[in-house]
């Protein structure tokens, strides 16, 4: 069955370091999404991803993040430089479509630890 | 205002019993779907099943079923004959509309423990 994978599952990093966060959705999907949940909170969105520029974010997604599809296959999340708050576990998504009833399908996420 | 509401922060239920999960939403988008999600304590996400705003039958995915009562806007996941593997956070989240915003939203959660 396919599914979304993401690279690292678990990331240490230093306040104020940039860290890169790595997706491959699966393959037949055209959106993609980061989502992150922090420790004990509900899921929250932070951006959506198609036809290789952003469609939606949140007021989360400031400057400090970015994402981009460098290649065919990868989506990546980039946070310029981390700040304490950033500790979450950050999931890569992707869906067939936007409308209600495409399903968005997860990734097993990516622990991100600022210290 | 709240988008989902999940009034129970924890649920405990026996092994092969059934248990329902609640879900409420707020909405006034006629088009919406409505997506349940099981997070183990390992942390991935893993999707269960699925209702839309105009599906005339209650969805049904194995031993998942989603009670939808429209009028009441309420979605609530019935899990029939609990498994020790059920024991996991069970998160509702919907998505309004037809090319308007894409995202989920979600709720609190609720952490379901099924007891041998």
């Known amino acids: 069955e396919p599914e979304v994978t993401q690279t690292p599952s678990h990331q240490v990093t230093q306040m104020g370091q940039e860290v890169i966060l790595r997706c491959v959705p699966i393959s037949n999907h055209l959106y993609f999404y980061w989502y992150r949940q922090i420790l004990g909170q509900k899921v929250e969105f932070l951006v959506s991803f198609y036809n290789n520029e952003i469609s939606e974010k949140s007021e989360i997604f400031d400057d400090q993040f970015s994402v981009e599809r460098p290649d065919g296959s990868n989506f990546t999340l980039k946070i310029r430089s981390t700040k304490l708050e950033d500790s979450a576990m950050y999931f890569c998504?992707?869906?067939?479509?936007?409308?209600?009833?495409?399903?968005?399908?997860f990734g097993e996420g990516s622990w991100l630890t600022v210290v | 205002a709240q988008k989902i509401t999940q009034t129970q922060p924890g649920m405990f239920v026996q092994e092969k019993e059934a248990v329902t999960l609640d879900c409420t939403y707020d909405t006034s988008d006629p088009s919406y779907g409505l997506f349940w999600y099981k997070q183990p304590s390992s942390g991935e996400m893993i999707f269960l099943i699925y209702q839309g705003s105009y599906d005339q039958q209650n969805a049904t995915e194995g031993r998942y079923s989603l009670n939808f009562q429209k009028a009441r806007k309420s979605a609530n996941l019935v899990i029939s004959a609990s498994q020790l593997g059920d024991s996991a956070m069970y998160f509702c989240a919907m998505r309004e509309g037809q090319g308007g915003s894409e995202k989920l939203v979600f709720g609190k959660g609720t952490k379901l423990t099924v007891n041998p």
């Open positions: 998504a992707s869906s067939t479509g936007r409308i209600s009833g495409n399903t968005i399908y």
